[in-house]
């Protein structure tokens, strides 16, 4: 892979070497980029000579005055090891000042933090929230080790070894591949049923965990087409988002691009209701109380059920309680293969949160559960179970 491996001013710098070493051993290519603090530790020469490429330091250098961007367009993975308190504090909040944190910015791959740094500061409350900010935008963490450290202390905080750092990189090198040449159709947001041309009924789904599904499949290489109800959040980066609001058009776009899809994910909170007569004008207030006549609306899912042909189909299941039940329910009756159980209505997960805490239902009757995580990694395990179903599935059928 292509990789820029961007050093931080740490005691852990010298161990940089031995990470750029390995890398060009396993015939990565390797751009270092270095901030200044790192140069107090290290000297670029010996980065140069160890990937025969001259190292990148100062964003203001003639010759690089947009270099930040194209360095971050040719590149698919950026690995930071160490990354210092500082440098994690500036990632997590956006900060640009030098060559590597403008290049983190403008990067749209995978991103890869190694931290070292002391016991004290490891364990310190402004540091783990910044930890958590990079965790939440999807970027992998890899844990420090404990032991002693340069500073005559000893507890977590010590750069993990260049060949874990190495191991972890491979693993992210294979998940980009493990989706290519699949085209995976995700749902994703709440939609709108129109009252009259003024109100909508709707739901509080932001869209996170759809969204994170579609980010994580395009990370490991799918073309993506995303139906999105209306949300708050960016076009992740590659993927192909058509945007509906009511379920009636939902449903349509779902069937209109099904022909391309290998894998379909239905994350969208699709409303179960709605009027089926829109009236041309505003409800206009009087003092009576009003009903409403809703009907159900089309049951996308369950005609995905029907529908589906090779595919593999993933339902959710948004349950408050039963949800184990609820969700071997879905499995059977929308005959999908994997439903994705989430409990709403608590705090810190499903609709809306950061976080996302399911069950994974298989048509193979297994029943996974996974720890309360970002959605982004959920969606990551939810691609890695619905590739050892398809096999599983495949091989039960004997083909
Ligand atoms: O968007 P977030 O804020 O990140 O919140 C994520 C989420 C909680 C919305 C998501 O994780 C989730 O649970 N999505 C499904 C919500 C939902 O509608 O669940 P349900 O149990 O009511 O529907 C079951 C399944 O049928 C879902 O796959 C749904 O997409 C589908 N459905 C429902 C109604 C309908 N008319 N057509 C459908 O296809």
Redesign the pocket.
């Known amino acids: 892979m292509k990789i820029i491996l961007g050093v931080a001013g740490g005691i852990a710098a010298y161990k940089a070497a031995e990470l750029a070493r390995l890398l060009m051993q396993e015939s990565h290519e390797v751009q270092v980029v270095m901030t200044k603090a790192a140069e107090k530790f290290v000297r670029p020469l010996t980065f140069a000579a160890l990937t025969g490429r001259k190292v990148l330091t100062n964003l203001f250098a003639i010759e690089s005055a947009i270099e930040h961007i194209s360095v971050a367009q040719e590149h698919e993975l950026l690995v930071i090891a160490p990354a210092t308190a500082d440098l994690i504090a500036k990632l997590a909040h956006g900060l640009a000042d030098d060559f590597l944190t403008t290049l983190y910015l403008a990067f749209t791959g995978p991103v890869l933090v190694a931290p070292a740094m002391n016991v004290n500061m490891w364990q310190h409350a402004a540091t783990r929230a910044n930890l958590d900010t990079l965790r939440l935008r999807g970027h992998r963490i890899v844990e420090p080790d404990s032991g002693y450290l340069a500073c005559g202390m000893t507890g977590p905080g010590r750069l993990a070894d260049p060949e874990a750092i190495v191991e972890a990189i491979g693993r992210e090198a294979h998940k980009r591949r493990d989706l290519a040449g699949e085209t995976v159709l995700i749902?994703?947001?709440p939609t709108q049923e129109p009252l009259d041309p003024v109100r909508y009924i709707s739901n509080?789904?932001?869209?996170?965990?759809?969204y994170a599904l579609a980010e994580a499949a395009a990370a490991r290489g799918a073309r993506v087409i995303l139906i999105s109800g209306p949300v708050h959040l960016p076009a992740p980066h590659g993927v192909e988002v058509v945007a509906v609001r009511t379920?009636v058009e939902m449903r349509q776009k779902v069937f209109e691009n099904l022909d391309a899809a290998d894998i379909v994910i239905?994350?969208?909170?699709?409303?179960?209701f709605h009027l089926s007569k829109v009236p041309d004008h505003k409800i206009k207030k009087t003092a009576a109380r009003i009903s409403l006549e809703l009907d159900p609306?089309?049951?996308?899912?369950a005609e995905l059920g029907r529908k589906k042909g090779g595919r593999l189909l993933v339902?959710?299941?948004?349950?408050t309680q039963n949800l184990q039940q609820e969700a071997r329910r879905?499995l059977e009756s929308k005959n999908c293969d994997m439903v994705?159980g989430?409990l709403?209505g608590v705090s810190d997960s499903?609709?809306?949160s950061d976080q996302?805490e399911v069950i994974l239902a298989l048509r193979t009757g297994e029943t996974i559960p996974l720890p309360r995580a970002p959605?982004r990694e959920v969606a990551d395990c939810i691609f890695d179970q619905v590739l050892r179903l398809r096999l599983a599935l495949h091989a039960a059928n004997g083909n």
């Open positions: 749902t994703a947001g509080r789904s932001s869209g996170k965990m759809g379920a239905k994350a969208a909170a699709v409303a179960d609306t089309p049951d996308i899912l339902g959710f299941a948004a349950e879905k994705v989430n709403v499903g609709f809306e996302n959605k």
